[in-house]
């Protein structure tokens, strides 16, 4: 009877052909981060607004309303703390002394 030995750490850090084939395919995909984090944010807070006119005007479902809009404070908060912690390392390197 053979054991069959597995190491986790080995595992993880084997390069599968599949994600080769992903990281030929975007090359880019790093980089555009930031940008992707700015357009849900924006699209966020534009179905918020989208969707309270509709229940403002038309009385659509209320309860959409709400999930959208908290769904939109749950975004503004994430990006105001992003926002804060990136002040907080520029203040960080400017006190560093030369």
């Known amino acids: ?20 084939a992903k990281a030929a395919t975007k090359p880019d995909a790093d980089k555009n981060v930031v940008a992707e984090g700015i357009n849900d944010f924006k699209a966020a807070l534009q179905q918020a607004e989208k969707t309270t006119m509709q229940t403002a005007v038309t009385g659509a479902d209320p309860h959409a309303m709400v999930a959208a809009l908290a769904n939109a404070e749950l975004m503004l908060d994430a990006a105001v703390t992003i926002r804060d912690k990136v002040v907080e390392a520029y203040q960080e390197l400017l006190r560093m002394p030369v």
């Not at 009877?1 to 080769?20: E, G, H, K, W």
């Open 1 to 20: 009877m053979s054991t069959v030995s597995f190491n986790a750490y080995t595992a993880l850090n084997t390069t599968r052909p599949a994600d080769t």
